[in-house]
């Protein structure tokens, strides 16, 4: 283990860290068996491509790269592709310090001072524990800012698709999107999911969730439960992962009429928001 690459194991279960690479998870294995999509860190070329990385200081896509907030105009920088949006945050962007690692604990550490990429100065921890049973990370966010500043965060978590994958999540609205911009316009019923992966064509944003779902194939069973009450599912069906994520507010909440009734955090100075998700892991 080194701190460059920490690696964590308990049981079968090993996780591998690219603190360097936005604070993301290079791979989660259960044996030989990947449990999220995984590489070998030293093989990891960008947080796209690792099994998950943290959503920090927004989720989702940021209309237009720029907003509005306590009577100023703020804009973002391009950070995706293509994208007119801004995406993600920066946390997934930037390298993490390693604060503290053991055998089955680590702490990754941003100080994330103001720039063009988000105008608010905040702190952001991560802290990952592995048990024999299963992941539990946490994630927190301090406004470090001298005023109020919006603040929301989440994981993106990626699931490899297997032949016989399948999605059970409990929900209740989903938010459909604008084909063209791809920001969210209205929330629609959604019963909810339970369907083999193949089958799903999912780019959303989802209410109504009560903080547990299942993922199961021929090989695994992974229980997702986490403290954050809204789900964005990406289910694309040219790619061989999908993802769920849990997150803190819909997206481009900042340019709702009402952001906070959206789930987007108002924090005041020196102010902590911080959120869990737990992966539970079993062979079939």
């Known amino acids: 283990m080194t701190q460059a690459h920490p690696e964590l194991r308990a049981g079968e279960l090993r996780l591998a860290l690219r603190p360097d690479l936005g604070g993301s998870i290079a791979g989660l294995w259960c044996g030989g068996l990947p449990v999220l999509r995984s590489t070998e860190p030293a093989a990891l070329e960008g947080p796209r491509q690792s099994a998950s990385y943290p959503l920090v200081p927004y989720s989702n896509r940021l209309g237009y790269r720029r907003f509005r907030w306590l009577h100023r105009d703020h804009t973002t920088q391009p950070n995706f592709d293509d994208s007119p949006h801004s995406v993600h945050g920066v946390g997934w962007l930037r390298a993490w310090e390693v604060e503290s690692c053991s055998a089955a604990e680590a702490v990754l550490r941003l100080d994330h001072a103001g720039d063009a990429h988000w105008p608010f100065a905040f702190e952001a921890r991560q802290s990952f524990a592995l048990d024999e049973e299963g992941l539990h990370l946490t994630m927190s966010v301090r406004n470090d800012a001298p005023h109020p500043a919006p603040v929301g965060l989440g994981w993106h978590p990626y699931f490899p698709k297997r032949s016989r994958s399948r999605l059970h999540i409990e929900l209740s609205e989903r938010w459909e999107s604008d084909p063209g911009t791809q920001l969210p316009t209205r929330r629609v019923r959604q019963p909810g999911i339970d369907a083999d992966v193949a089958h799903l064509d999912f780019d959303h944003c989802f209410e109504g969730w009560p903080?547990?779902?299942?993922?199961?194939?021929?090989?695994?069973?992974?229980?997702?439960?986490?403290?954050?009450?809204?789900?964005?599912?990406?289910?694309?069906?040219?790619?061989?992962?999908?993802?769920?994520?849990?997150?803190?507010?819909?997206?481009?909440?900042?340019?709702?009429?009402?952001?906070?009734?959206h789930g987007l955090r108002t924090l005041a100075t020196g102010e902590t928001f911080e959120a869990w998700m737990r992966l539970d892991v079993a062979r079939v």
Do not use: W
């Open 211 to 261: 903080g547990s779902a299942r993922v199961r194939d021929e090989k695994l069973k992974i229980g997702i439960s986490s403290s954050l009450p809204y789900l964005v599912v990406y289910t694309p069906p040219q790619k061989d992962y999908f993802c769920v994520e849990p997150v803190s507010h819909v997206s481009n909440a900042i340019h709702m009429a009402e952001p906070a009734q």
